[in-house]
């Protein structure tokens, strides 16, 4: 068994630089989801829920991906927590290549490094159980307590460290005695539980009440502090990821399609679609609705527009936009965008042309 | 509506308070079986009062009935009298005594023919339902084998050839043919709740398949369990009966449905009404009562019976 | 209040309660507001607000358990010679609603999907509502009508022959919108139409809104859990809690001049896209259990200034700045009775040690 930790210990101690290593790595992730439709006896359609996606967590840092419903943030997600298996594409944790990893992803080995929080609390909680058992079971499978009382003990402190006190009055509770925050802080207590180097947050709070949500993305932040625990916080409220993240991916359609550290993103954003989401997110200090560029909707991702996908939306396309997906193009240190205004070299990403490639 | 919003929706948050000391699973219990919620429904309480009623008779009736049931008497075919409170058979037994022996080995051999069925469907449907593929594949062949198989008719066949020294033989005979239609229900219900959020968490956090089935989906499914095996005992309980009726159980044994048989092979059934009518009535009523409990239990499995609706914000596909 | 011209809906002291077997819940009680003709008025408040709820009573949507215990909502028509009176909607009969509902009064819910028929073209859905109030149309007249109707919240008239799943979920809500217009209705209840769309559709919808209103001069009450959004698309604005309103003024008042600790919670609660990056708190504990409200103010609790009157007497909404007449809250922060030095400077809230119901909450700071 490859001792996939091993470098976690030094990941820790170093420097909280830009230099720190990362410690989960997507690499040119793809998926496709057959799905029933199509002609009778033709292939099935498959559903291209993502194209070409990398991303890498850094302990100790916040990336967001930011996208609105059908971009693949979620898909991204479950790839990353071992859900999902990639169609092709190359995951890493702490440098060692999923493949080499025992038991693959889809295993204990790697579940206990990865963590993800569901969007839903009200759906993520089993309610034939308490919250005991919510806590106790990961700590069992993964022997974080070797007695009764350890056991005990240890819930307590999880149930402490997502500050639901106190204590020993919740762990008895069943999940339909709490609130939805409340549901969420168990949530978040049980990824806690095997003791994750890696939290991947599916909109924790997009179901929860207004007041209680900076509550509990303030808690992840405490958390990942605590732990240097490396966060990657998935959202469709760009403001909210602007505050809590280090860095922004935005995404479109299945293609990510600009990156950067969150403030220089906000305040300079080069994607069209980035500008057109920032120009939609409500503000109260606007007048009146903002008259914005690039009208529509999402499109489906069973038959995507060729090339780049925002080009039926985008005000700005060209014609070698419908043909090709441009390459990334870096706008300056740690801020690219894939988009062909930026680039003069009119190169291509390959492997997006044509988008009705064939499905393996 | 969004007082009652608690299941969902843009943003639930109204925590529910309770001063229960129970074990958590049987608050889960009452929570799950809805207790509060069945005061209401009058029948599911009849339903529960002729069953325990039954059950008082089968339990303590015998202390009251001394003597065999089936001792012969000279007074036969007697009308109901003080002595014999239900009259006697041609052969001078006390009806009133066999009534009240017979209820124990009725519900006794429906009960336990009810759980047969209620296991096997139970792993059946949630094993099948929650692996998927091929042991989906060969395990609902199986079910589906079973489910066209007509029942009645292969109990007959098979009951003609074990001997008829008890009346166990009937009991399995009749749960072994009888819980393909309760595996299909539940298979059903796994289905919907295999890629659900919190059995996902409990992959994610490290189960394995026995506990995501056993400990995870299955206390999801306690009242259509529950209302499976009352609606099995039910068909048990008739089908032992009919077995009975037509001489294929242990004749000596003393049950409801050996009284019929032997009510109706004296060819008395045209005179003497108090040989045939109380066993009739006890299985009209005991079946009855079972299927008051289940249309009880209807009402909380079916969630379009309950006043509460939950409104739930439209999930996004293909993230 | 006195019935103005401009004033389309009046509701006076509403209160709706619950029925349930633990007990009677009051979801709304005593409410009152008024809305402007062709003014957006916005209900804001989160779960278990009763701002839902408030919103089906005065449109008569309401069924057992929910009742409404009492009050009015009087509704004053156009000027038309034979309608000088207001009509008390809360009074109408079966029939009369009937023909209140739609032509006067629509209602555009926050599911698309739930309110379109699943089976039938939007075409016959448009053209079902306005036959059910117009009977006697001829069929070019009717289809004339629904082609005017799609086009107005754009949307090509081919697709007057789609059903509703093959629409996507802005177009579905955009035919929401356009059958709540199929009669020309003078107000419009909106309950979270946005809710379930992306940002930049829920974007489009808005101006859509705001540009119809501007054509036809409807009224709109607009619900939402979204103040941001409120404060932006509002002229007036309520805010609920525990089926309570405690702060209600116009846009700019309740931005610029917050006075109720809930309301300033409520607007510190979202991060902002500019400006500095600073600590946001949001606001401690959770919304009420309506089973289960705090006695006296019913945010005490999650209030960093709650004092000892707050958990006892219930405030009532008042003017507490003679200068803004149209603001109202109901907060005993302004009471000089309760608050012998005047109100704090700042709502900014402040971490209460010894709130034993801060606890769960915490924020930053750090665990215990």
Not at chain 2, 104 to 113: D, H, I, P
Not at chain 3, 232 to 246: N, Q, T
Not at chain 3, 276 to 294: F, M
Request: aromatic letters at 8%; charged letters at 15%; hydrophobic letters at 40%.
């Amino acid at each position: 068994m490859t001792n996939i930790m091993q470098n976690g210990a030094s990941a820790k101690n170093s420097a909280m630089g830009a230099n720190t290593s990362p410690i989960l790595e997507a690499r040119n992730l793809r998926k496709l989801f057959p799905v029933s439709g199509g002609s009778f006896f033709g292939k099935p359609n498959t559903v291209k829920a993502l194209e070409d996606f990398s991303v890498s967590l850094k302990p100790g840092y916040t990336t967001a991906l930011v996208g609105e419903s059908g971009s693949g943030k979620t898909t991204a997600a479950r790839i990353l927590a071992g859900m999902y298996q990639a169609t092709s594409g190359e995951i890493l944790f702490n440098g060692v290549s999923s493949k080499n990893i025992s038991g693959g992803l889809q295993s204990r080995n790697y579940h206990q490094h990865v963590q993800l929080i569901f969007q839903d609390p009200f759906a993520s909680l089993n309610v034939a159980h308490s919250i005991r058992y919510h806590l106790a079971r990961p700590l069992q499978i993964y022997h974080k307590a070797r007695n009764k009382t350890e056991l005990e003990q240890e819930i307590l402190a999880l149930l402490q460290r997502v500050s639901l006190t106190p204590a020993e009055q919740f762990i008895q509770k069943l999940p339909h005695e709490l609130s939805g925050g409340q549901r969420q802080r168990v949530a978040i207590a049980r990824a806690l539980a095997p003791k994750p180097s890696v939290l991947l947050a599916d909109e924790p709070v997009s179901m929860l009440d207004v007041s209680i949500r900076l509550d509990i993305l303030n808690l992840l932040t405490r958390l990942k502090d605590e732990e240097n625990l490396a966060l990657l916080y998935i959202t469709h409220d760009i403001a909210s990821a602007r505050y809590f993240a280090d860095t922004i991916l935005v995404m479109y359609a299945g293609q990510s399609i600009e990156s950067g550290p969150s403030e220089t993103l906000i305040k300079d954003p080069k994607h069209p679609y980035t500008q057109l989401l920032l120009s939609a997110a409500p503000d109260p200090a606007r007048n009146s609705a903002a008259p914005i560029s690039g009208k529509g909707e999402a499109p489906s991702l069973i038959n995507p527009p060729t090339g780049c996908r925002f080009h039926p939306r985008c005000p700005f396309a060209k014609d070698i936009c419908r043909t090709g997906f441009p390459k990334r193009t870096e706008i300056q240190k740690d801020h690219w965008v894939n988009c062909f205004l930026y680039t003069d070299e009119l190169e291509t990403v390959s492997s997006n042309i044509p988008a009705h490639a064939p499905s393996k | 509506m969004e007082l009652f919003n608690t299941h969902g929706g843009k943003s639930a948050d109204a925590p529910k308070q309770s001063s229960n000391n129970l074990r958590p699973i049987m608050k889960n219990l009452a929570a799950k079986l809805a207790i509060p919620q069945l005061p209401k429904s009058a029948m599911f309480w009849t339903g529960i009062g002729i069953l325990l009623f039954f059950i008082v008779v089968a339990v303590l009736g015998p202390l009251f009935i001394h003597g065999d049931p089936n001792a012969f008497s000279n007074e036969s075919l007697a009308a109901p009298s003080l002595q014999h409170l239900l009259g006697t058979t041609l052969t001078g037994q006390d009806v009133f005594s066999q009534l009240v022996i017979g209820t124990k080995l009725t519900l006794l051999s429906g009960f336990v023919a009810g759980i047969i069925a209620t296991t096997l469907s139970v792993i059946m449907g949630l094993v099948s339902g929650y692996l998927g593929g091929w042991a989906d594949d060969i395990l609902s062949l199986i079910t589906n084998i079973f489910l066209v198989i007509p029942g009645a008719p292969l109990a007959i066949v098979l009951s003609s050839y074990v001997p008829n020294t008890s009346v166990w033989p009937i009991v399995i005979i009749v749960g072994l043919t009888n819980w393909a239609w309760g595996a299909r229900v539940l298979r059903s219900q796994t289905l919907t709740m295999r890629d659900r959020d919190f059995i996902q968490a409990s992959k994610l956090g490290g189960e394995n398949n026995f506990r995501i089935i056993f400990f995870d989906i299955m206390p999801n499914l306690i009242a259509i369990v529950a209302s499976s095996f009352i609606f099995t005992t039910i068909y048990a309980i008739l089908t032992e009966i009919g077995l009975a009726f037509l001489g294929l159980g242990n004749i000596l044994a003393v049950s409801w449905g050996n009284m019929l048989y032997w009510a109706q092979n004296s060819g008395t059934l045209l005179s003497a009404w108090w040989w045939f009518l109380p066993p009739g009535l006890c299985v009209a009523l005991l079946g009855s009562s079972l299927a008051f409990i289940n249309f009880g239990l209807d009402t909380i499995v079916n969630p379009k019976l309950s006043i509460v609706k939950p409104k739930k914000r439209g999930k996004k596909a293909a993230e | 209040m006195t019935a103005q011209n401009n004033v389309i809906l009046d509701v006076q002291h509403i209160g709706v309660d619950y029925f349930s077997r633990s007990g009677t819940v009051h979801a709304v009680s005593d409410v009152s507001f008024s809305v402007n003709r062709g003014e957006i008025f916005g209900l804001a408040g989160e779960s278990g607000s009763g701002k839902s709820t408030l919103a089906f009573a005065v449109a008569r949507l309401l069924k057992f358990p929910a009742e409404i215990t009492g009050g009015q909502a009087l509704f004053y028509p156009k000027t038309d010679a034979a309608q000088t009176e207001p009509i008390d909607i809360l009074q109408l009969n079966k029939k009369q609603l009937r023909d209140f509902r739609w032509k006067k009064l629509s209602i555009v819910f926050q599911s698309a999907m739930n309110a379109l028929n699943p089976v039938l073209n939007v075409q016959t859905q448009i053209i079902d509502t306005i036959r059910s109030h117009q009977p006697h149309l001829h069929r070019d007249e009717y289809y004339q009508r629904a082609v005017d109707l799609v086009k107005m919240v754009g949307i090509a008239p081919e697709r007057l022959k789609s059903f509703p799943h093959q629409l996507s979920g802005g177009m579905r809500q955009r035919v929401v919108i356009a059958i709540a217009l199929a009669l020309n209705p003078e107000l419009i209840i909106m309950d979270e139409p946005t809710t379930a769309l992306d940002v930049v559709v829920q974007r489009e919808i808005l101006s859509e809104i705001q540009n119809l209103k501007k054509t036809f001069g409807f009224s709109v009450v607009f619900i939402t859990h979204d103040l941001s959004l409120l404060t932006e698309i509002c002229d007036h604005l309520a805010i609920m809690y525990a089926g309570k309103i405690v702060e209600q003024s116009n846009r700019v008042a309740i931005m610029q001049n917050t006075q109720h600790p809930y309301t300033f919670g409520l607007l510190h609660s979202f991060p902002s896209l500019y400006g500095e990056k600073k600590q946001i708190l949001g606001i401690p504990g959770h919304p009420p259990d309506l089973r289960n409200v705090p006695t006296g103010c019913a945010f005490n609790p999650r209030c960093s200034f709650a004092v000892e009157a707050c958990r006892s007497v219930i405030p009532t909404l008042q003017h507490v700045d003679a200068s803004a007449a149209d603001h109202l809250t109901a907060c005993h922060l302004y009471d000089p009775r309760f608050q012998p030095n005047g109100p704090p400077k700042s709502l900014g809230r402040q971490v209460a040690n010894d709130d034993p119901q801060a606890i769960g909450t915490d924020m930053l700071a750090g665990g215990q």
